[in-house]
Nanobody
Framework: QVQLVESGGGLVQAGGSLRLSCAAS????????MGWFRQAPGKEREFVAA????????YSADSVKGRFTISRDIAKNTVYLQMNSLKPEDTAVYYC??????????????????WGSGTQVTVSS
C-alpha cells in the first residue's frame, strides 16, 4: 500500500520558517515527480512546488518563488519543502503528491497518482 506522510507543519509568526517533509513508502518513487499543493479555508487547492524524480528539475508557483525551496532525498524516499519568509496568506493545509513522469514543469496541470493526508501550516501576523 502506497503512503505519503507529511510532517513539519505548525504555527509560526510572519517572517518565520518551517520545513515540511513527505515520506513515501510502499513502493519506489525513483521514477515519480513529487510536489506540494495547499488548500486554504474556503479556497481551491493550489499548486505550490514540484521536483523531478532525479531532483535536478524544480518548478514553483509564482507566489512562493524566492521564499520556498523544494528538494528530495532519493535514498530516503523523502521530499522536503523549506518555507522561509512566511506570510499569513501561506496559511493552509499542505499536501504532498506524487505523479509518475519525467521533469516537473507539468506537475500543476495533471492529477497526481498519490496524495498525502496533509499537514496544517498556520502563519500568524
Amino acid at each position: 500500500q502506497v503512503q505519503l506522510v507529511e510532517s513539519g507543519g505548525g504555527l509560526v509568526q510572519a517572517g518565520g520558517s518551517l520545513r515540511l517533509s513527505c515520506a513515501a513508502s510502499g513502493r519506489t518513487f525513483s521514477r515519480y515527480a513529487m510536489g506540494w499543493f495547499r488548500q486554504a479555508p474556503g479556497k481551491e487547492r493550489e499548486f505550490v512546488a514540484a521536483i523531478s524524480w532525479s531532483g535536478i528539475s524544480t518548478y514553483s508557483a509564482d507566489s512562493v518563488k524566492g521564499r520556498f525551496t523544494i528538494s528530495r532525498d532519493i535514498a530516503k524516499n523523502t521530499v522536503y519543502l523549506q518555507m522561509n519568509s512566511l506570510k499569513p496568506e501561506d496559511t493552509a493545509v499542505y499536501y504532498c503528491a506524487a505523479k509518475q513522469g519525467y521533469g516537473s514543469s507539468w506537475f500543476d496541470q495533471v492529477r497526481p497518482d498519490y496524495w498525502g493526508s496533509g499537514t496544517q501550516v498556520t502563519v500568524s501576523s
